[in-house]
């Protein structure tokens, strides 16, 4: 597949791919949430729809954040899996839910709270590698089947 980007910055190369209303949802989803298959992702309090939910997973597995697989007791699922390259996201993702939790409460107030959000905030890199540990973790119970 070719790919084309507005330009060389390396930022809006990166808005390029994930930037859009749906697809850091989709990684969320996946890395700490555990979906893995397209009725995970439309079952979810988010409602995405099934169109752009393919689109972006397409989008994603092209770009080799993810891949499509089967499950290994049910050759007719597709799973979603977060290769390294998805994985890399981690960080982004928990940066975004710390400076969420910080700067977006007065506008939201019903807004999720999460009492490990402090223990994240002081410990970003072991958050970092345990939530990515946890991922993998799930990645291999379900390969076991």
């Not at 930037?19 to 979906?35: A, Y």
């Not at 992702?41 to 499509?68: C, H, M, P, V, Y």
């Not at 007065?106 to 709270?113: A, G, R, S, T, V």
Request: net charge neutral.
């Amino acid at each position: 597949m070719n790919h084309s980007f507005r330009c060389q910055c390396p930022i809006t190369s990166a808005v390029d791919i994930i930037g859009d209303k749906w697809t850091i949802v989709i990684v969320k989803q996946m890395l700490i949430e555990g979906k893995t298959t397209f009725k995970d992702f439309t079952d979810s309090t988010e409602a995405i729809a099934t169109n752009i939910l393919s689109t972006r997973l397409k989008n994603l597995e092209s770009f080799g954040l993810i891949t499509k697989e089967k499950l290994p007791h049910n050759k007719k699922t597709n799973i979603y899996l977060l290769t390294e390259r998805g994985l890399a996201l981690a960080p982004v993702i928990l940066e975004l839910t710390l400076w969420s939790d910080e700067h977006l409460r007065e506008f939201h107030p019903d807004l999720q709270k999460d009492e490990r959000l402090e223990w994240v905030k002081e410990n970003k890199e072991e958050a970092f590698q345990l939530t990515v540990k946890n991922y993998k973790a799930k990645v291999e119970m379900i390969a076991a089947g």
